[in-house]
């Protein structure tokens, strides 16, 4: 079945800092990848759309230029928090899909806190 | 713009005890409806999917889901509940087949009693 795998899955960074997020479709060509923002005991919010070779397109309310999207080849897609702040501290989680899988494939997740 | 509601934040059931767990939806255009389940600290596993073929849904794990036109609802339910069936259950909407954004319910959290 398609695999997505989400790296890391865990990390503590510090207030100012950057933190990127890896999400890899092992066994397919992802042609659109979705970013997800989770809090706890929430539902997950959509943050952007990214598909393989373009911008990515971002939800109202969600800073582009703190949440850098790449999504430069049709298996990697990367997530950077730039200058984080305890408030970016969430769990975040990548989505991928293509025609040809006919569906939506999850990442596990990754546990941003900052401190 | 699609949207989903989740009836009902938390539901507790007993074990061996039918499993009832409400979504409706809003859509400008036929629908494609998803159920999710979501473990502690995990992500996301899909019970079952409505893609405009048969009304009457079956999943994974005994779930099934029955898309009500008329009611725009997809309610997930379960003859049987059983412990390890406690998780965080998301029902989600997509405008764009299975390609286009996937809008998230509210979740609901399925406690299971023995």
């Known amino acids: 079945g398609a695999v997505v795998s989400q790296h890391p899955s865990r990390v503590i960074c510090k207030s100012g800092t950057s933190v990127k997020i890896e999400c890899r479709s092992l066994?397919?060509?992802?042609?659109?990848m979705f970013w997800y923002r989770q809090f706890p005991k929430q539902s997950l919010m959509l943050m952007a759309t990214?598909?393989?070779?373009?911008?990515?397109?971002?939800e109202q309310g969600v800073e582009k230029d703190k949440f850098l999207i790449n999504h430069a080849s049709l298996t990697l897609s990367t997530l950077t928090v730039t200058s984080a702040h305890p408030e970016d501290s969430s769990f975040y989680i990548c989505?991928?899909?293509?025609?040809?899988?006919?569906?939506?494939?999850f990442g596990s997740g990754t546990r941003l806190t900052v401190v | 713009a699609q949207s989903v509601t989740q009836l009902g934040s938390h539901v507790s059931v007993s074990e061996g005890a039918l499993v009832l767990l409400r979504c409706n939806y809003s859509?400008?255009?036929?629908?494609?409806l998803f159920w999710y389940v979501q473990y502690p600290n995990q992500g996301l596993q899909l019970l079952l999917k409505?893609?405009?073929?048969?009304?009457l849904v079956k999943g994974i794990n005994g779930f099934e889901a029955e898309f009500k036109k008329s009611e725009t609802s997809f309610h997930l339910t379960k003859p049987s509940a059983h412990m390890s069936d406690a998780a965080e259950y998301f029902c989600?909407?997509?405008?764009?087949?299975?390609?286009?954004?996937?809008?998230f319910g509210q979740g609901t959290t399925l406690q299971v009693k023995p």
């Open positions: 066994d397919f060509q992802a042609t659109t």
């Open positions: 989600a909407v997509s405008d764009q087949g299975n390609t286009g954004k996937l809008i």
């Open positions: 859509s400008s255009v036929p629908p494609y």
């Open positions: 409505y893609t405009s073929a048969a009304t």
């Open positions: 990214s598909n393989e070779g373009s911008k990515a397109t971002y």
């Open positions: 989505s991928a899909t293509s025609w040809a899988l006919g569906g939506y494939t």
